[in-house]
Structure formats: C-alpha cells, structure tokens
C-alpha cells in the first residue's frame, strides 16, 4: 500500500521503521539528516528532474496579479535551471 508522507514527518518515519524508503532530491535528504537513520543511500536516475512540483488551485491563480503570476514563473523557470545547471556540473558517478 502507497501511504504519502510529508518531508518533515520522512526522518521519524525511517527512524520507527513505519516507512521504508523516500524518494527525495540528495539535498533535500541532506538538510534533513536522513543519513542519521538510513542505512542505504541509491541514487537513481530518473532524468533531469528539477525539483518539486508547484500546485495552486486555479482560482487562487486568476485572483493573482498579471505581475505576480509573471513573478512566480520567472523564479520557477530560474530555479529549474539552476538546478539542471547544478546536475550537469555534478561529476558522474560512472
């Protein structure tokens, strides 16, 4: 069974064995000390997946700003490339 786990409660979870794995980004892993309570690391590769999702309910969307909507994609689309940019620098591990 599939059960979601919010990003806070993923260290107490592996660390209770109520959970078994996460897939989370390596510095989202890092800035919550999973390493502390899990005793494997693998790193898969899905790709050039440049972060979390952002969802905002449509309505909320249309009430917003021509200004704010722009704002909000412009730091979406610069954090994606950072991202990339950081996992193309990243040396292979192969």
Known sequence: MNVTVLA?????GLQRG???????PDDFAHAYRLHE????YIDL???A???W???VNQDLWDGWSEATQALFAEVF????????????ARPSLF
């Open 8 to 12: 806070p409660e993923i260290y107490e």
């Open 18 to 24: 109520n959970i078994d794995c996460s897939y989370l």
């Open 37 to 40: 309570v899990a005793d494997y």
């Open 45 to 47: 590769n899905f790709g």
């Open 49 to 51: 997946i440049s972060g």
């Open 53 to 55: 999702p952002v969802y």
């Open 77 to 88: 689309h610069n954090g994606s490339v950072k991202r990339c940019s950081s996992a193309d």
